[in-house]
């Protein structure tokens, strides 16, 4: 007698998989374009095209869908690798210039902006007037932020370029203060700098703030 054949079920996770992806993104797009207060999850359900059970089923609740949402935005796709460890984060830790590093980091700050600035702006304005869920998402967003200044700033002192005296978790500090989304929406919403504008003044802000008198220009 046949062995019989072992069912695949590699296409209908797959599918799973990017449904749960779209109903992520639709709801994204709903936070931005409304709010968080006012985006109900049937209204998710139904613009994404399923039921308000299979996001329910799905995601649990309307905070637990805005962080999943939140994560996709910030790392650009669906893939489970974290953001410290794709190739152009690696790249960037590579580079042996501090000065040239800051900078890069100063671009990968802006390409993150660029794309996730409108929901968090939403977040933040949500977390102010004292949505819960929203003030548990902007403390976890800005303790990961946080997380990733302080190992920018760890790379800096293996490099020996930290200004002289400037205390690590000061300097962490001032990095995470200016690869914020107030100061990112001040200058290209409120005074409407271009992205490049943005960028190169928070690179040489970010070089200025703590590195080192010699060592805040890319080497030649």
Known sequence: MSARRRYDASGRERRAALTRQHIALTAVEQFVAQGYA???????????GVSAQTVYNGFGTKAALLKEGYDLVLAGDAQDVPLAERPEVRALYADPDPAAFLRGYARL??????RLGPLALQIGAGALSGDPDLVALRATTDQERLIGTGMVVGRVVELGALSPGLAEDVARDRLWTLNSVE????LTGGRGWTGEQYEDWVGDAMCEAVLAPDRRRPAS
């Open 109 to 114: 700050g802006r390409s993150l902006l660029d």
């Open 38 to 48: 006012t985006t109900s999850v049937a209204s998710v359900a139904k613009a994404a």
């Open 183 to 186: 100061i990112w929406h001040l």
